[in-house]
């Protein structure tokens, strides 16, 4: 799913402050992640929401920012 600017930083902003379940947080993510892969969104903007995660604690939360971190950089230097 890819968010308008608005939504989008009003979903950081709820993953930031922990407003969302787990499942939501992991979800917006994945989708984010997904959309970067695709190219459908910039690496920068991933990373961007990537630091809304810095205080998560949620262990499938974090599990999941741990492989899209080194999914994103090995993808980052292959292509």
Known sequence: VKYDELLAA????????????????????????????????????????MGAYREEDGYTVMSNLINVMLSSQYHSLVT
């Open 10 to 49: 009003k979903l950081r902003y709820a993953v930031e402050k922990q407003l969302l379940s787990p499942s939501d947080r992991f979800g917006i993510l994945d989708d984010s992640y997904a959309l970067c892969v695709a190219r459908n969104e910039s690496l920068t903007s991933l990373i961007y929401l």
